[in-house]
């Protein structure tokens, strides 16, 4: 399966993402990231960023979700954080 991205050019790759947080925390979070159907987010270098603080988590996303197929990857990846963190505030913002 290709990644969602842009069609043209890798202006939406990172190959080296930023990961916070506290560690048995962020291993919830990208066990239940791992999960997702479709590309894995990590592997396929969609994530620019995710913080996982004590009462708020982040993942910024290296597309925009112009696609249905990325929005759904999108709204997939904010659930995977909402089930892994049920009592954190949950943000999941675009790059660019």
Known sequence: MQPAGPAEGREWRCDHPVIEGEPARLARVLQA????????????HLVHR????????????????VSAGQ???AEQAFQALRGALPDTDVYVAHKG
């Open 33 to 44: 990231l791992h999960g997702l159907p479709g590309p894995d987010l990590l592997e396929a």
């Open 71 to 73: 929005r759904a990857l």
């Open 50 to 65: 995710l913080r996982v603080g004590a009462d708020e988590a982040e993942l910024v996303l290296g597309f925009r979700p």
